[in-house]
């Protein structure tokens, strides 16, 4: 018989993995949920997870490739653009949902235990879903485009989803649990969101940046480091390890700087949300 | 064996926080430069102690604010004490709202895979009580509908059902059953009764003292944070329905634009023949309406119903646009010696209910020995509260 005990205890900033474990139907349960309302009452229903990122593209290569003549490097601009597009919408959709969801969720959460990393974590889940079909449609572009990526691309884009998703987690762990506590996140994340793309080199590649300084600042940034590293892969030529070591590095950082804000504010959800 | 071990626990709030849900930055930053004061501070439950074994079932009573569903949301997990500490044997599955989780969009049976997964079931779990489920629930032909079509009473059915085939050791209750239909309400003390025999230790905590007395054998009474009796259902209920015992006035503020609604309600006098009542109505328009009144006893059970024309619709009362005020007396020369509470209704017969008071008042019966008694009657020697006149005969 399993024996619990309940107590204020507010050091245990370890991870129960096994009490996760335990749940672990739920994270499916969640995303499953969310996937299924998302677009319940919508004509195009799924369609909107192609079209949203192919529309954005459109938009971008107009304005940027044809009007403003950005210069893309080595790829065509489109599928360039799409590359970044796919990851940083990864990031963003994640990043926002996760931020709200555990607002969004406070009725549950009111009333019933189960370990509240949970519900971000499944958020984010069904951001990789949509992720998971805009590469299907990035695949069939390619092959429209006759474009043949090399075969880095099989070490490079799992190393970028990896590090674009540990990266949101921390980031998501962190904002919903400030989000909880403090309401006006609800309105600093989209502004997050959209200085973030500017900063990030997601429609404009890097080499447009010429201050050395602004430009190693940039490359901080793990997505940044993801969606470089993806597009290193496409091209093909030698990749860049330093920047796959850093970009890891800087994801796990915030990914432990988010668990720790959640876990200690885990205890006080109920009471404030 | 025990199975829950409840050690000193307490729960304190600091009272800001309770009136205000959440903060801004602004009011962090500038209140981080503010020195708490002690009493700032709130206490929900100080120093509660219980031991409850296994197989026991437990009704938890108290007045609204006497911390019954703090104790509930810490033994659930759902929030975390501020001291002491709780030893649970077993699994435990908490039941405070019906439907937690339930969402409008997605379909009955998409629902109960869900809800049930929230309340802690295995998808094999639910699959395979998936029949049971939807049979108690009653809505096998709706069960491929978005909820958002059902009516309350089906999404209520349909919870109740999934939560009903949770199978912890331990199943903390709070008042869910204060909703629904007495045909349900039924269904679900029967199913909980099940629950309990068959072994499980059950907590319950509501306001229905005949549904405490028919679940529990045993109960604890909450008063301000604190255990103030624990012992057999019935002898706490007594006591519950003694200390409820001290308002003799109610009031509430009156709507004048809506429906009809009590807004004050006085026990003018009261001796062993006469209950004088002064009752005060608002509504926002002219209309005919009864006024009902319910005795309980201490036990909390229904000993007398009066009204002013429920049964003779000549009786109700005209309700003027703004506050009635209607003084009444009630004969209550045939009840017991002892303390009774009083609930007032407010309804349109048949049509409407407009308001209700619920055990608002109480009122002692103090009888004295007429010339032709040798003793009079007392509503704690177990024989009722309303006294008969038996007429002798012959004897032979």
Redesign the interface.
Known sequence: ????????GKSNFALDIKELWT?R??FY?FS??DI??KY??TILGLVWVVLQPLIMMTIFTVFFSRALNVQSTDLPYPVFCFTGLLFWNLFSSGLTSAGNSMVSNA????????PRLIIPVSTIIVSLFDFLITVGIFAGLLVYWKFLPSANILFCFPIALIITLLTTMGAGFLLSALN?????FRYIIPFMVQILLFVTPVIYPISLIKNDLIRSLLNLNPIATAIQLARTGLVGGEIPWLSVVSGIFASVCLLFIGLFVFRSVE??F???? | MIMVDIQNIGKKYRIGQERKKYHTLRESIVSSFKRKSKEDDYWALRNVNLQIKEGEAVGIIGKNGAGKSTLLKILSRITHPSEGKIILNGRIASLLEVGTGFHQELTGRENIFLNGSILGLRSGEIKARFDDIVEFSGVQKFIDTPIKFYSSGMQLRLAFAVASYLDPEILVIDEVLAVGDSEFQKKCIGRMNEVSKSGRTLLFVSHDMNSVLSLCSSAVLLDKGSVVMKGSANDVVQKYSASVSDATEYSATPDLNGKPKIVSVKIESCDDELLRLNIGISSGTKIKASVDFHFRDQMNRMIGFGSLGALTYSDLVDLNNGITELTLDIDISSLASGDYNLAVDLTQPNVEWFDRVFDCLSFKVDKKVKENESRVLQQSWGYGSVNFQVNLKSIR
Do not use: H
């Open positions: 018989m399993r024996s619990t005990v309940i107590s204020p749940y139907e739920l349960f499953w949920r299924k309302v319940k009452q009725n549950i959460i009111k009333k019933i235990y189960f909880v506590k403090y309401r006006d205890n006080e109920a009471d404030i949300a």
